[in-house]
């Protein structure tokens, strides 16, 4: 898959995770975010967990047949920026820390009158 | 009776006889038709109802796979562990458009049949390893397989509650 598709992709990924229109979800791999679509599968994962600042993103896109058909991982800016920033926004879309805690908040709130 | 009395009742009847008879042939063909599509719906009913059965029974047999990964992981049989996994791809994928299903159970097994590659990858890479560290699986995997066993369940559970119902 031609990286420029990919970039491109990466940037409709991120303005569309930054509107709230697109949902990603949790794995069964830790630090790895799941976005699914009719035609395919996207992840996003970063792979150094212990030293986030130092920690390595990829793109990963698989087909409807859960086959890897692209990837994407920089090694240097913007990419590398661009890919950690839609990491951060696929974070807060599949477990919406913020989200929770308003939820939670609100329950409280009901409960306790 | 002489002929001219044959001919004589022929010619007072045969119009009521004509305009009966259609009617008849009318009723019997809606009647025909009725039937038809009484038949038709039944069948559909049953097979319906066998299709319903045999998606409880794919999902049992699913279940027992997920729960044996578990178990694998816990006694650290990883052949096995990968074994179980990919025969609950297998029907992962078989049952991913079940017309029965609904479509958010739809979009949690295709999202298990990623997590079930992402396991299988795991434990071939990390734990199949000669200096893998002698334990199960990780808490986060763990917590997927779980959570795959509970989707599963209430899966189960509906289908169930819906062959009741019938």
Same mark, same amino acid.
Request: hydrophobic fraction near 40%; proline fraction near 3%; aromatic fraction near 6%.
């Given at each position: 898959?031609?990286?420029?598709?990919?970039?491109?992709?990466?940037?409709?990924?991120? =303005?569309?995770?930054?509107?709230? #229109?697109? @949902?990603?979800?949790?794995? +069964?791999?830790?630090?790895?975010?799941?976005?699914?679509?009719? +035609?395919?599968?996207?992840?996003?994962?970063?792979?150094?967990?212990?030293?986030?600042?130092? %920690? @390595?993103? +990829?793109?990963?896109?698989?087909?409807?047949?859960?086959?890897?058909? %692209?990837?994407?991982?920089?090694?240097?800016?913007?990419? #590398?920026?661009?890919?950690?920033?839609?990491?951060?926004?696929?974070? =807060?879309? +599949?477990? =919406?820390?913020? %989200?929770?805690?308003?939820?939670?908040?609100?329950?409280? #709130? #009901?409960?306790?009158? | 009776?002489?002929?001219?009395?044959?001919?004589?009742?022929?010619?007072?009847?045969?119009?009521?006889?004509?305009?009966?008879?259609?009617?008849?042939?009318?009723?019997?063909?809606?009647?025909?038709?009725?039937?038809?599509?009484?038949?038709?719906?039944?069948?559909?009913?049953?097979?319906?109802?066998?299709?319903?059965?045999?998606?409880?029974?794919?999902?049992?047999?699913?279940?027992?796979?997920?729960?044996?990964?578990?178990?694998?992981?816990?006694?650290?049989?990883?052949?096995?562990?990968?074994?179980?996994?990919?025969?609950?791809?297998?029907?992962?994928?078989?049952?991913?458009?079940?017309?029965?299903?609904?479509?958010?159970?739809?979009?949690?097994?295709?999202?298990?049949?990623?997590?079930?590659?992402?396991?299988?990858?795991?434990?071939?890479?990390?734990?199949?390893?000669?200096?893998?560290?002698?334990?199960?699986?990780?808490?986060?995997?763990?917590?997927?397989?779980?959570?795959?066993?509970?989707?599963?369940?209430?899966?189960?559970?509906?289908?169930?509650?819906?062959?009741?119902?019938?």
């Amino acid at each position: 898959m031609d990286p420029e598709s990919i970039r491109g992709l990466m940037m409709r990924l991120t =303005n569309g995770t930054h509107a709230g #229109k697109l @949902k990603w979800e949790e794995t +069964a791999e830790e630090e790895d975010f799941r976005l699914i679509l009719d +035609a395919g599968i996207i992840h996003i994962r970063r792979t150094n967990q212990i030293r986030p600042d130092f %920690g @390595k993103y +990829a793109l990963l896109i698989f087909n409807k047949n859960n086959t890897l058909v %692209g990837r994407l991982q920089p090694e240097i800016d913007p990419d #590398k920026s661009n890919l950690s920033r839609l990491f951060d926004l696929a974070r =807060n879309s +599949a477990l =919406n820390p913020s %989200g929770l805690l308003d939820r939670l908040e609100e329950e409280l #709130k #009901k409960r306790s009158g | 009776m002489d002929k001219s009395a044959v001919m004589s009742f022929f010619d007072q009847w045969a119009n009521a006889a004509s305009v009966v008879g259609f009617g008849l042939t009318i009723i019997g063909f809606a009647v025909t038709l009725i039937t038809v599509w009484r038949i038709k719906s039944y069948t559909r009913n049953v097979v319906n109802t066998i299709s319903g059965h045999l998606l409880a029974v794919e999902i049992a047999i699913l279940l027992r796979l997920i729960s044996d990964v578990r178990e694998a992981g816990r006694e650290m049989l990883w052949p096995r562990a990968i074994d179980r996994s990919q025969q609950a791809r297998l029907i992962v994928v078989k049952l991913m458009g079940h017309p029965y299903l609904l479509q958010k159970e739809k979009e949690s097994l295709r999202a298990m049949n990623d997590d079930l590659r992402l396991v299988i990858q795991y434990i071939e890479n990390e734990r199949m390893k000669t200096d893998a560290p002698k334990e199960n699986l990780s808490d986060h995997k763990k917590r997927s397989l779980d959570s795959m066993v509970t989707i599963l369940g209430e899966i189960q559970g509906r289908l169930q509650s819906g062959t009741m119902e019938v």
